[in-house]
């Protein structure tokens, strides 16, 4: 427990881990659809009088209701009262800072969107204290809007982050050694606690539990709980940059320091042009934003990037066709040195690319069949996600949900 000195635990903070242990149990149950009070019983092995008292502690905390009859169970006597979760009870809190825009989502405990808010904002080179307020408005008008207390917020950021949520780098903002906790928290106390306040006095959104994390990885994560992933996969996505979180076994593999999945870092031509980081020929110099738009003829165009492609590719502009395809051909040179290193089952497209994958996939398909020859490799295993762009922000918002779900002891008196 939090607070307590190192060495053998007392008898009750057996019995207290032993309580959240089992809270945790019965609302595991009782996410994945409801179930009565013997229901939950038989799935779990725990009586059906400690399943009641467990109930009644997830109930008055606002995490569990009764929804009427369950189920019939095929079984003698009336059915019992269906346990579910609480749309009205805690929330998830996303937030995402992008190189052009800015996004807050709100979910609820069953993980259905509450709120969406997204706005453009021209956020590379700007003071981070300065996107942190246009963060925080954004925040207080998404949560205004949801009508729920969220139990924590997730940041999503294109970068590189440490410990305790500090930025490292973020070539494409231009920010480095940016610790965003402590920037976010002023502005969300400036908004809500202030008398020129824009929110409710003492809310509380500046004392959330804050969690920061690269938009890929969350992108990924969200593909495992929210869209088709299997257990293995490797996810490749991109706004301004090209970044990939690595799926292994259902969970995220972050590497010894937390910075794997950097496949737009990754060289497919060593001679090539200088990238932002530093090296020579990076996946990013032909397959993101400023190198698409360059060899599309685009160059310096303000906007959406992947809207303009999309639109053009779609009417048959041959320079944008032409770029798309170039930019297919380096991920798919990137994707199969990946898949033959990690095996994994399935390369799905996401972010950005999710939205060009009708021009990206013929020669990304190209070179995975040409280059992962020393295993079976199906054209079927290059996919596309279905969340698309708004992958990131909804596994930002309901990794805190599936958090609250996993332990609801820290939410019950």
Request: net charge neutral.
């Amino acid at each position: 427990m939090r607070g307590e000195p190192d060495g053998v635990r007392t008898g009750p903070a057996s019995q207290q881990g032993m309580r959240r242990a089992n809270l945790a149990l019965v609302l595991g149950v009782i996410a994945r659809g409801p179930r009565s009070r013997a229901d939950v019983a038989a799935a779990t092995g725990l009586t059906r009088a400690a399943v009641s008292s467990l109930a009644e502690q997830l109930i008055s905390a606002g995490l569990v209701v009764e929804e009427g009859p369950a189920a019939p169970s095929g079984k003698v006597g009336r059915p019992g009262t269906a346990l579910g979760l609480n749309p009205l009870g805690p929330g998830g809190l996303g937030a995402e800072i992008g190189v052009r825009h800015l996004g807050v989502c709100v979910v609820d405990l069953r993980g259905e969107v509450r709120a969406w808010r997204r706005q453009e904002s021209a956020n590379r080179g700007r003071e981070p204290a300065a996107v942190m307020a246009d963060l925080a408005r954004l925040v207080r008008a998404a949560v205004a809007e949801s009508g729920l207390r969220p139990a924590g917020l997730t940041l999503a950021v294109p970068g590189l982050v440490g410990a305790g949520g500090l930025l490292q780098r973020a070539a494409n903002l231009g920010w480095q050694g940016v610790p965003l906790t402590a920037e976010l928290r002023p502005a969300l106390r400036l908004l809500g606690d202030g008398p020129a306040g824009e929110g409710p006095v003492g809310d509380g959104l500046a004392e959330l539990p804050v969690e920061v994390d690269n938009e890929a990885n969350l992108g990924g994560l969200a593909e495992r709980w929210l869209g088709e992933g299997p257990e293995d996969f490797l996810y490749v996505s991109a706004e301004a940059g090209v970044g990939a979180a690595v799926v292994v076994g259902g969970r995220l593999l972050r590497g010894a320091r937390g910075y794997a999945g950097e496949l737009g870092h990754v060289p497919v031509h060593p001679e090539g042009p200088r990238c932002a980081c530093g090296a020579h020929g990076c996946l990013e110099q032909y397959a993101g934003e400023t190198a698409v738009l360059r060899a599309a003829g685009l160059a310096g165009v303000r906007g959406d990037w992947v809207t303009l492609l999309a639109d053009r590719a779609g009417a048959g502009d041959e320079p944008a066709r032409a770029a798309l395809a170039g930019a297919g051909g380096a991920l798919g040179i990137a994707a199969a040195g990946a898949v033959n290193l990690l095996d994994p089952a399935e390369v799905v497209l996401g972010g950005g690319y999710a939205r060009l994958a009708p021009w990206l996939l013929p020669a990304m398909r190209r070179e995975l069949a040409a280059r992962v020859t020393v295993r079976p490799w199906a054209e079927d295993r290059l996919t596309v996600s279905r969340l698309g762009r708004r992958g990131p922000l909804l596994g930002a918002a309901v990794g805190v949900v599936r958090a609250i779900v996993a332990d609801p002891g820290s939410l019950t008196p």
